[in-house]
């Protein structure tokens, strides 16, 4: 079943998605939330990042990963030598999902029927800039990507087809290596996230 964007025409391009995009009311997370995060980037990257969905800072900026999951991903991207304005981030839900808690917002995960709706949105950001590279940053990003649900355990650091012109890598969420609880088993994370952004770095030098 397709989705009911109830915006009917694929945009022709990254502005003009953005655009209708802002406006989207195709599931209920549209109403709590600041705004739509849409993905920010070059429509010519090479590399698209797929996150899960905006946190508390993202709704407020507009933009995807500016949080402590965006310094995590920004201080591995500087560790493989890539440069972030080279790519295009995005999430799989563009809008943030939360629980009231007092003053506080609290991250809520997004269930799979808002993943599916919200994927007619990362479908048009994947035509329109056509990557070499899909990089799904945790496991709902994977889902999304690839429309069926897999674990990080068996896809994580492969490249997988997605078709004749785009491959995927799947990695963990950098938020999972600041939910971490003690510091060797951080390290060792971070190690093995920025040993990923290598790898990216490896198979689009262009970046
Ligand atoms: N986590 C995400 O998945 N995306 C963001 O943009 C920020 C935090």
């Known amino acids: 079943k397709t989705p009911e964007v109830g915006l009917g025409q694929s945009p022709d391009s990254i502005a003009e998605a953005r655009d209708q995009a802002a406006d989207c009311r195709a599931c ?3 109403e709590p939330a600041t705004q739509t ?3 920010k980037g070059p429509e010519d990257a090479p590399v698209i990042f797929v996150g899960e969905q905006p946190g508390d800072q993202e709704d407020i900026a507009g933009e ?3 949080g402590p999951a965006g ?3 920004d201080q591995a991207l500087a560790a493989a030598g890539i440069d972030r304005s080279q790519a295009y981030v995005t999430n799989a839900v563009k809008h943030f999902k939360f629980e009231p808690r007092g003053k506080r917002r609290i991250h809520a995960k997004p269930n799979m029927s808002e993943i599916k709706v919200c994927r007619w949105w990362l479908d048009q950001e994947r035509r329109l800039i056509a990557p070499k590279l899909i990089v799904a940053l945790g496991a709902t990003a994977a889902q999304a990507v ?6 990080i ?3 994580r650091s492969k ?3 997605l078709d004749e012109t785009t491959r995927l890598l799947v990695t963990v969420h950098p938020s999972y290596i600041l939910r971490l609880p003690d510091e060797a088993a951080k390290e060792r994370e971070t190690k093995a996230f920025r040993a990923d952004m290598a790898l990216v770095l490896e198979t689009v030098p262009e970046l």
Request: proline share 8%; hydrophobic share 55%.
């Open 64 to 66: 995807p990963f500016v």
């Open 28 to 30: 209920p997370l549209w």
């Open 71 to 73: 310094k995590v991903f």
């Open 37 to 39: 995060v849409f993905g």
């Open 146 to 151: 690839l429309g069926k649900t897999v674990t």
């Open 153 to 155: 355990k068996a896809t």
């Open 159 to 161: 490249l997988i087809d």
